[in-house]
């Protein structure tokens, strides 16, 4: 067949040569199907590579299976190593939570108690309520920026709530 082919390119080039532009072609078209082999995949070899891919695949499932296995074998491990070695210092700090929560609870107690020694009653909130609205009255335009500004930063805050794309479902 090569050599078939051999006097065949002698024969398209010739006709190149001379001119001969329907001759060169149907040369050339021999050459072409000549060289263009129809060698599809054979049916051994998909089932050759398909046995393989399934192998892999089992392989790297058992991989996997390990890996976590393994993974949650350290994660226990590490997790009663956490707990066992920081259980005091957690104790300790609710019991100092604990401690501090009564303390305020009794200064708060004790503060109502004697609230009504100092002057410090209903009479002294009324009090600062109605300077406060003197203030507004003497000079309201300081109030309204305080108020304006206000208002710009809860528009900020809104806008970086959406930017951010928090919804109410987060905080379920």
Do not use: C
């Amino acid at each position: 067949m090569n050599d078939e082919l051999d006097r065949t390119y002698r024969r398209w080039q010739r006709a190149e040569e001379n001119g001969h532009d329907d001759e060169a072609e149907a040369a050339f078209r021999e050459i072409y199907a000549a060289g263009m082999s129809d060698s599809g995949v054979t049916p051994t070899f998909t089932a050759s590579t398909m046995a393989a891919v399934a192998n892999r695949a089992a392989i790297d499932a058992r991989r996997a299976a390990r890996t976590r296995a393994a993974a949650l074998v350290v994660g226990i491990g590490g997790g009663a190593f956490i707990t066992y070695f920081s259980a005091g210092f957690v104790v300790s700090l609710l019991s100092a939570a604990a401690a501090r929560g009564l303390d305020a609870l009794v200064a708060l107690v004790v503060s109502v108690a004697t609230s009504g020694r100092d002057g410090s009653g209903v009479w002294a909130v009324l009090t600062s309520l109605g300077r406060a609205a003197a203030a507004f009255a003497a000079n309201p335009t300081v109030t309204v920026a305080i108020f304006a500004m206000q208002a710009v930063a809860i528009g900020a805050l809104v806008a970086l709530q959406r930017l951010l794309g928090s919804d109410g479902e987060s905080f379920k």
